[in-house]
C-alpha cells in the first residue's frame, strides 16, 4: 500500500486541479486521487497532468451530490491505501447573477452540493482519517460577508462554538424551505444562496474540528475551511483577480501543514491568514 493518500473533490477544472497540481509540486508524499463527476474529465485531467511531469495523481469517480458514490469511494480507499491523510472538500457551484432560476430552486441546488454533498463525503471518508490527517473545506470570504447580514438572533447561533451538526443542518434546512417560499428574508437569512451554503461550510469545518479535538485529541487532526479568494474559474467569472494556482496556495498550505502543527484547526483561513469568525 502506498504510504500517504490525498483526495481532492471536484478537481477536473478551476481550482481544484491547481490544488491537485500544487499539491504533486509541493513534493506530496504518495498518490493524490482527482475526483470528478465527469469521468471522461477527470480521466483527461490525469492524462494531461501526467504530461506536465506529474504522475503520482490518478481519478476516481465521485458525485458529492450521491452518497453511494461517497461510501465507493471510501471503499476504494480502504482496499487500496486502508487510510486517508488529506482531504479537501473543494467541490461547489454558484448560479450566475442573472440565472433565471426561481431562488428557491438555486438555493436546493447549491445547499445540496455545496453543502450536503460535503457533510456526506465527511460522513464516509472521516473514518478513514490517519492520525496527522489535514481537512480542508474551501468555503469563501463571501460566508463572513453575508454572515453579517442574518438577524442578530441567527448570528449568534451560527457563531456560538458549541452549535452541533444537527442544529446546523436544521438551520440549512430552513434556509432552502424560507427560499422556497419567499420569505428567507423574514426569516433573518440573507438573499444568497451561495453564501449561506457556504456559511453552512464554515461552521461545519468547526464543527468537524471541536469533534476530532474531543474523539482523537492525540492523533493530530487538523482541520480547516478557507477562502482561495476571487479566482478567475468558470464560476467566477473572467474578471477575478487571482489565478487558479494563486487561489491554491491557502489550501495547499492548510494540506500540507507540518506534523506536530496544532493552529490554525476549526478556523476560516484566507491568503494563509486566520480570519475572525
Known amino acids: ?30 498518490d493524490i486521487i482527482l475526483c ?14 501526467k504530461s506536465e511531469g506529474l504522475h ?13 458514490s461517497a461510501v465507493e469511494l ?38 445540496r452540493t455545496n453543502f450536503w454533498g460535503m457533510l456526506w463525503v465527511s460522513h464516509a471518508l472521516f473514518p478513514l482519517l490517519r492520525a496527522g490527517a ?11 460577508q453575508v454572515l453579517n447580514q442574518c438577524s442578530p438572533e441567527l448570528q449568534a447561533r451560527l457563531r456560538n462554538a458549541n452549535i452541533s451538526e444537527e442544529e446546523l443542518c436544521e438551520l440549512m434546512g430552513e434556509f432552502v424551505i424560507g427560499a422556497q417560499q419567499g420569505d428567507q428574508e423574514a426569516q433573518g437569512w440573507p438573499n444568497s444562496a451561495y ?11 468547526r464543527i468537524q474540528a471541536r469533534i476530532l479535538s474531543q474523539t482523537r485529541p492525540s492523533d493530530g487532526i487538523l482541520v480547516n475551511a478557507c477562502c482561495p479568494g476571487w479566482v478567475r ?16 496556495e491557502t489550501p495547499v498550505y492548510l494540506a500540507t501543514l507540518p506534523v506536530g502543527t496544532r493552529d490554525p484547526h476549526g478556523q476560516l483561513v484566507w491568503d494563509k491568514t486566520i480570519q475572525e469568525w
Not at 490525498?6 to 509541493?26: D, H, M, P, Q, Y
Request: charged fraction near 20%.
Open 195 to 205: 453564501g449561506t451554503t457556504k456559511i453552512g461550510v464554515t461552521v461545519l469545518s
Open 56 to 68: 503520482n495523481v490518478k481519478f476516481q469517480r465521485l458525485d458529492v451530490c450521491d452518497q453511494r
Open 74 to 111: 471510501k471503499l476504494f480507499l480502504e482496499k487500496n491505501y486502508g487510510g486517508l491523510d488529506v482531504l479537501i472538500n473543494n467541490a461547489g457551484i454558484a448560479y450566475t447573477k442573472d440565472a433565471s432560476e426561481p431562488f428557491g430552486e438555486q438555493a436546493e441546488v447549491t445547499m
Open 36 to 49: 470528478a463527476r465527469n469521468e471522461k474529465l477527470g480521466q483527461g485531467a490525469v492524462e494531461t497532468l
Open 233 to 248: 474559474t468558470d464560476m467566477a467569472g473572467p474578471n477575478a483577480p487571482k489565478t487558479p494556482e494563486q487561489g491554491a
Open 1 to 30: 500500500m502506498t504510504s500517504k493518500v490525498a483526495v481532492v473533490t471536484g478537481a477536473n477544472k478551476g481550482i481544484g486541479l491547481a490544488i491537485v497540481k500544487g499539491l504533486s509540486r509541493a513534493g506530496f508524499p504518495g
Open 134 to 144: 489535514r481537512v480542508v473545506n474551501v468555503s469563501s470570504f463571501v460566508s463572513k
